[in-house]
């Protein structure tokens, strides 16, 4: 990409990952500006069908490109004139914050969130607010469509943050995830998408749901973007890893105790992900889990239910049952779970943290499911976490490879998982593999 | 009190606590701007000599006060015209949050953190901001002094918190504890204090420290105080106790196992606590933790740090080495704690969390030490979280007793802790100590 001239690149800059974008702002190829423009273009001709962004305003992202383009080369960050989308429950200093929320739509913190302050500090443009079920967690969906079919749920919670990259609208975006609301929308849109270890990265300035899950994540178009992702926002092993092949690797296919959920299209993508594996030379044995970790999905919407009984008693003290039907119904625990189930479920994950950084140490990586399916018909039905949930509980990193299309056409991804705080060593593996997936470049 | 006229006691109007304020405002015996007046009053006369505050703005608290004695009986909220004053580290819409950071001088989020956001709800005046060690860690120290010695610390890190409701320029008030920062100024400057079990209430809108242990906390001028603002925040047990006499309770005395570090005023308290305890018919056994539970102070410091790397991440890409010496140390990771340590102390914790709970089970109460003594002189050395850290890493609820006083004439607390989730039974045996601590009123 770096030998092409600007005006031969102009036509297709979108089509640029993160790394080639930021690599050619940084040798003079194309400018900010030029990069920006060919999003907004991209994007006046896609929203009307895709509608993932919440507030977009080109005027103010040509200003922050031009104000790129200006400064001094010396001392540029790692994202220079790079354009992220931020999904609409994440602080923004300079936009508003709605949360998908009617009772939020004139909302405007004045502060960034921790991850939008290190996006800005390694220079990225911040595009604008993507779409997202509101608060993140049920109630009013997105008015996003799934790029690849428009009826079509993109997923959810990060509906937009997944729909944008994966339509080539912006390059990266920040989403979050509490059940499977990062990695779930990946592999409904076909888009890489990486959550990480718990706790990795700061989840200061978005709104709370569940303090023991709540994980910012991130989108991008190649493996190589979650990475410069992950180096911005400070994401190490104890240990780094050298992995470039994946001949001599070994694989732990964990079918992970709701097996059952996955559909023939999950089944198709994992036996091609073993034989793609296969015959790249590393060895895939089954991974199953003791019987212990049958109980983490109930563990996690105990869990879930109970934070949120904190985390948005403010809201249900101002807005009452005005909040949405199925908020309510937490608020007021109809489900009637106690202190002491609460405490169970804490339990139990924790042990099962433990013995899964265990079992799964003498793997390179872990392969599970990212969904039961392809995406659902929408938009009410924004697909299931079922397969997303248990990770997100043990704090595991995850990482959605997408390139796999299902019989009936639409993306599937497959995740890579593994110990905590491998996160760098999964992105290695899922940057050898994913191109044994992805269809050749036309 | 609500037998006294209005004129009778605006004498002295800051030595009500909470409840009766509130029962006085509800009853219209008094106003709130009355109430307001009496503590404004109070600070401009002792402010210089305690220096609690960072942001306090009179005519704001009095228009504040005019607007809840105009608004309709009806609707009122338990918190009705009640001053609570806020600590500098938690976000309030109206009213800056420096951190006591020399780099967030004119830092104004225009939001309510979730907990400011509830007692605006309950109808309390926000009064204004109390003084915080920097970023509620080290660093930079409050200005504040102890009350009762101005050569003497107040504790940190909630140290203006502590000190105002100790001196009664405020009748309640917000800390935060990630180590020792909520209970110890309370042991220090002798006053009420609570921090609940780890995430009952919302950490949403404070600094974030340390995910793991990061509590609201506050103070009040009795048990009943406390127990109001439980109420506010939501805080309940799986069962409701009706403890009404310390009559046949079962106390545990748990030395923990940083027992060594209790100094003789501090072996007295306990002793003095236990002797009362006892006289009141309640039975007093000694609990030793096992083993495993010696490594929790290390652990405890393993996981702050590594998580505060996380947490000022942002702040460090964006003021760099200009921040003090001790958190910058911990970002540079000097102490080269790795990821397993982080895990082997993660671990750790949650495995002593599920053990306590147990242990602790049996009993009505765990007494236990505040402080190894009583406050230090200051104002650099603010005192240690020796005896806090355990309990806040194992998210257990403790209330800080006050009323004893040491052989040097500064006062000492006892702490109340038991199973997670026990915060009002805690508090009930809190109510009924409490007491027989305090030297009868004069």
Known sequence: ??????????????????????AAIASRAITARALAEAYLARIAQRDAAVRAWTYLDAAQVLAAADAADAAPMDG??????VPVGIKDIIYTKDMPTSFNSPHFQDYFPN????????????GAIIMGKLDTVE????????????????SRTPGGSSSGSAAAVADAQVPLSLGTQTGGSVIRPASYCGAWAMKPTWNAVSHEGFKVCAASFDTLGWYGR???DLALLADVFGIADDAASAIDTLHGLRIAF??????DRAEPATQQAIKTTIAALTAAGATVDTLTLPTAFDGLTAAHGVIMQSEMRSAFRAEYLAIGDALYPELVDIMR?????????????????????AAFDTLAAPYDAVL????????????????AATFNRIWTLLHMPCVNIPGLTAADGLPIGVTLTGPRFSDRKILQVAALLGPKLSPPPV
């Open 135 to 150: 608060f993140a967690v049920n109630g009013r969906r997105a008015a996003t469509k799934n790029p690849h079919d428009p």
């Open 368 to 383: 599970t499911p990212s969904t039961p399916g392809t995406a659902p018909l929408g938009p009410q039905n924004t697909g």
């Open 254 to 259: 964990c079918p992970s105790p709701v097996w």
């Open 1 to 22: 990409m770096t030998d092409s001239g600007q005006d031969n690149m102009a036509d297709d800059l979108t089509q640029l990952s993160a790394c080639d974008a930021a």
């Open 333 to 353: 625990n109809t489900a009637g779970q106690t202190r002491a189930d609460l405490l169970k479920a804490q339990n139990l994950a924790a042990q099962c943290r």
């Open 222 to 224: 190649s493996a190589a």
């Open 111 to 122: 502060i960034d969130a921790a991850s939008v302050a290190m996006l800005r500090d390694a």
């Open 76 to 81: 540029r960050g790692p994202l220079h004139g």
